[in-house]
């Protein structure tokens, strides 16, 4: 019964962005469905973040450190998580059901 | 950029890709392919089976005669030359979000057309656009009477097959509706000129879509009697080696194997780390996805090449014609192998894109009460029954390309080589299916 106050489970990503080095990439991870999943990003310049899940989702990025975007994904499937500009994959999310 | 919002999707539709299938059912469908394979080779029938000359089961004469009535007929090229200038309208004045030309051009016209070529025939010969422009428009009194030159064969459709799937898995981004746009200008101007030059032939042979439709539908149970020409349903073995064998056959379905399983193989991390770390800019990138493509592709055309033409016992003219001989033994392999890829796609991209059609302007329009239909994933909210299909696909195309290549096989073969001859063809298949369940999988 100690669970019930438990926080939901959810899949935190930490991404730097700094002089054009982008980490990670390309990354492979797992979430569950409706479950939160959580982009904190630390950029020098200004992108868009793509997430390739059904429906797409879009965040602006900006110039500064400590900007966290949540989504959730109800569709099970394999989720592309982007930079738009410099066209690189982040990760890559398994959202089991 | 012109269309505003320009996405590097993949597929160019955007949105999240099936889960890879468990490694239990990548392994049960290996040991399934790998058991029928050598039973067919080891225990099957000696004696050649299937013959295109032989009936089927005929259907009522009123079928054909409603089929081939000119009636019918001009419905249905005025209706693919009405929903072609309904995708126009869309692709020309409606905005980049919801536009249904990507899904028109990647999921009905790549996908739609295969699964309706094997329900029903080729379908594309019926209701294709450019067709209907030309006899609309009588460009055949335009014809200087050289024909269609007979070496050429199948190698333009090959290419403009090659083209089509270059767009979509190596061009630096193929959900943009100027690509997109691009690649219909050119394949309208060339097949129209094509055709004005060497005659009506030229749809048959190098028009991409109808050589696409042509070789699906040679699967189907649906197909003319070859004496009578009426309509019958049969075993789908026997209208396999229909398959017109001419320069290039092998090319086109090499084509779709390869990229279909490059398709796979570029989502891989090892493949995309491998191009983050060589290329600097977008141009690169696509030289380098361009080459694994042509990679892809090529290893199939060599692969099968050497496989047909590795039998003792015949004459070098006879070596010669071998691969094209077995070729129609490749097509269960390519449908199964799409379907497995694409049947989500078709299932639900093709709801999307029929939603974005009836608003394909984006203001608002409601036409037969879908553009606020909702899609319905069921194949992607259940992943095991998608991962059941899909091994099913694979290795149910597989057991095909095996029973038609052995019964070919029997045929061509002279007497004392038709095992052994039989056997790096086989090996080959196994070859085919192990790496298409491993890109599945994932890896």
Known sequence: MQNEQKAPDRLLIDVTIKGGEINPTNAQLEAKTNEPIVVKVDSDVADELHVHSTPDHTFKIEAKPGQQFQFSVDVPGKVDIELHHLEKTIATVQVQP | MTDGSVVVLAHGLGGSSDLPIPYTYALIGAAWALTFTFGVVALAWRRPRFDPDKPGRALPLWVTTAVDAPATRWVLAAAGLLFAAWVAMAAMFGTADGNPLPGVFYVLMWVGLVASSLAIGPIWRAVSPVRTVYRLLRLARLRDGRGYPRPLGYWPAAFGLFAFVWLELASPDPGSLGAIKLWLWVYIVVTLTGAIVCGDKWFGRADPFEVYSVVASRFSPMRRNPQSGRIEIGNPFNHLPTMPIRPGTVTVLAVLLGSTAFDSFSAMPVWRNFVDRQTESAATAT??????????????????????????????????????????????????????????????????????LADPLGHGWNLLGLGNAEVNYVLSLHPSVLATIKVCCVVGGHVAGVIAAHDRALKVLPTGYQLTGQLAMMLVMVGYTFTGLYLLFGG
């Not at chain 2, 129609?328 to 299932?347: D, E, N, R, T």
């Open chain 2, 287 to 356: 030289m380098l996805r361009t080459a694994g493509l042509l990679v892809f592709i090529t290893v199939v055309v060599v692969t099968f090449w050497l496989a047909a033409r590795a039998t003792g016992g015949v004459d070098k003219r006879t070596r010669r014609e071998l691969p094209g001989v077995m070729a129609h033994s490749l097509i269960p392999i390519v449908l199964g192998y799409v379907f497995a890829h694409y049947l989500s796609y078709l299932i639900e991209r093709g709801q999307q894109t029929v939603i974005d």
